[in-house]
């Protein structure tokens, strides 16, 4: 979604100004539409960092993607992901609508082999008057239920979010 890479790219140019980002479009957020853009950036072969913020519940495992992300380790490809922002809820999409899996579960791709998984924190901080942070007070994990999507009944949240993590069950 455009929000989502607008706040990627945002913090990636503010941690490394001089970096080259290249975005990657693809059609619609179909697993199958995700997995051949990660394929493309692989076998491009001259991105050496990729940050991928789409998410998906672990029930998800595909062997071909899991593939695709020891090739880029082979390669020397760094992929980074998001953990989720539901904290060990997973959301899950059915005909009828969203629901949480009401297990703990950890987020795709975060999970596979080669991928480095990213979780959000929270900073107070004193700000200079331009807003830049002169000093960190208190720095702490993303961790305020339900999480920004969905809460716990499947009804749709604004609430603060909760980074992802855990152990996979695969």
């Known amino acids: 979604e455009q929000e989502e890479t607008t706040l990627d790219v945002s ?11 290249n975005i990657i479009l693809i059609p619609d957020l179909r697993f199958s539409m995700i997995i051949l853009a990660e394929q ?38 760094a992929f980074f992901a ?7 809820e997973c959301t899950r999409f059915f005909s009828n609508g969203p629901r949480t899996s009401n297990s703990a579960k950890v987020s795709l791709p975060a999970m596979y082999d080669g991928v480095t998984a990213v979780g959000g924190t929270q900073i107070q901080g004193n700000y200079s008057s331009n807003g830049d942070l002169e000093s960190i007070i208190l ?18 949240s604004f609430g603060p979010g909760a980074s992802g993590g855990g152990v996979s069950d695969e």
């Open 11 to 21: 913090a990636i140019s503010y941690i490394a100004p001089l970096a080259e980002i």
């Open 40 to 77: 493309f950036a692989v076998n491009l072969g001259t991105i050496p960092v990729v940050n991928e913020s789409i998410v998906a519940c672990e029930d998800a495992f595909n062997p071909a993607e899991q593939m695709i992300f020891r090739q880029a380790v082979a390669q020397g490809i």
């Open 82 to 88: 998001s953990s989720g922002d539901e904290g060990i």
């Open 139 to 156: 720095e702490s994990v993303w961790n305020v239920s339900p999480g920004v999507r969905f809460d716990c009944n499947g009804r749709f």
